[in-house]
């Protein structure tokens, strides 16, 4: 099977391939590429003539190793596979089914000669015992369903036809979302349909088993409240406050674990606001984002698109698939919708609309944040506007065609 390389995540790992004192984690909402990852990165050292025999696979969610589920069955299951000693690449695919798994990856990592990478469960795999004992020993690459340049990047790989109207594939993007394995699905009923599997296999794999939940139905209804209002400004209280009108009574305590039960599944991803003229962080309210645009789509039978969070949402997990930090920025009473920070602790600022052609007023309602900001960083707003005009130092940029150019900010 060919492979569609994802080289935004594999350029972050390739500095690690040959670390045996760093467990390589691989993270990310189900579905969304983590195996393939792995399958990518096993070519490349093979390309780069680590024999075969050196690369020990084992995916604990196949036939051949389910049944694999205490420590010592895993232990004696990786001795089994050594060939030599040279060193070992071990890859293990939800590696959260074995009990006790942290106190044998760490055998291993210490021996001195086994490069580890692993994938699991999300809501379990960096927490609890495998951040306390492995502290400052592991690294976590996040993974995200495609984002809107490795969409159309992949239909070009898979042979499907790109439309030159980036909007119009802007749009199948919107609602389609990124999930890799969507794309194989002409009918949009069935990619519908797929998600919906997504949605349930994270909620029985990933949340189930770890978080006791009393009322399903409550679980549900507040999942997709905070699915339905991703982008737009919340805290708990005000959305308990939302959720009571609706006749949905629930205790703040409970509603905050639901929220980070969804967070920690990676369906939702928490933008802090930060206040950029006392340069804090402001506690309480926040932005949602999703991994997945789909996953709107999928929970709702309107397929309108509110272009407003839509485009945020694309610009979001865009900059995090490139490792950028994002925060909301607030400037008074103007708001900056992100503030984006890379490795090298530069920053660059981010207005998105869908337009700013269609007034004065429009326009300068969305360069007015960024020319309150008073520093020399890069500044731009996105639109999907092909008639563009910058000012004072303000890129106006096309969104669609700055992703497809896997432009940096």
Not at 64 to 81: F, G, M, P, R, V
Not at 177 to 191: C, H, M, Q, R
Not at 199 to 220: G, L
Not at 287 to 313: H, Q
Request: aromatic share 12%; proline share 2%.
């Amino acid at each position: 099977m060919n492979l569609f390389f994802r080289e935004k995540y594999l350029k972050k790992m390739r500095g690690f391939y040959q670390d045996t004192d760093i467990i390589k984690v691989i993270t990310g909402v189900r579905r969304s590429g983590k195996s393939c990852l792995m399958k990518m990165a096993k070519e490349e050292l093979l390309r780069s003539g680590v024999p075969s025999e050196n690369i020990l696979s084992i995916d604990l969610d196949s036939k051949a190793y389910w049944k694999i589920k205490t420590a010592n069955q895993l232990e004696e299951l990786i001795d089994s596979l050594k060939r030599n000693d040279r060193t070992n690449y071990l890859f293990i695919d939800e590696v959260q089914n074995v009990k006790g798994f942290e106190e044998v990856i760490n055998a291993y990592r210490t021996s001195g000669n086994y490069s580890i990478f692993i994938t699991g469960s999300n809501s379990y795999l960096l927490s609890g015992e495998l951040a306390t004992k492995l502290t400052g020993r592991y690294v976590s690459f996040d993974i995200f369903p495609l984002s809107f340049d490795e969409y159309l990047d992949m239909k070009a790989f898979l042979g499907k036809e790109v439309d030159s109207n980036l909007l119009i594939e802007l749009n199948h993007y919107l609602q389609e979302g990124g999930f890799p394995k969507t794309l194989e699905y002409e009918d949009f009923a069935d990619k519908r349909t797929y998600v919906q599997s997504v949605i349930n296999e994270i909620f029985e794999k990933d949340i189930k088993r770890r978080v006791k939940i009393r009322n399903v139905e409550t679980f549900n209804n507040i999942r997709n409240f905070v699915i339905n209002n991703f982008g737009a400004t919340m805290s708990i209280k005000s959305m308990q406050e939302a959720l009571s009108r609706n006749g949905i009574t629930i205790k703040h305590t409970t509603l905050a674990r639901y929220i980070d039960t969804l967070v920690q599944s990676k369906i939702l991803y928490p933008c802090d606001r930060f206040d950029l003229k006392s340069r804090r962080a402001l506690s309480g309210e926040k932005k949602y984002y999703l991994s997945d645009l789909s996953f709107y789509f999928a929970t709702n039978t309107d397929n309108r698109i509110n272009y407003g969070p839509a485009l945020e949402n694309t610009v979001y997990v865009y900059a995090k698939s490139l490792d950028y930090s994002v925060r909301i920025g607030r400037i008074g009473k103007l708001e900056c919708d992100f503030i984006l920070r890379d490795k090298k602790l530069q920053y660059s600022y981010v207005q998105v609309a869908y337009t700013i052609n269609e007034s004065k007023a429009t326009e300068d309602r969305e360069y007015a944040p960024l020319e309150h900001i008073q520093d020399n960083y890069p500044k731009y707003v996105l639109t999907t506007d092909y008639l563009l005009q910058s000012k004072g130092g303000i890129k106006h940029l096309n969104l669609m065609q700055f992703i497809k150019d896997h432009s940096s900010f």
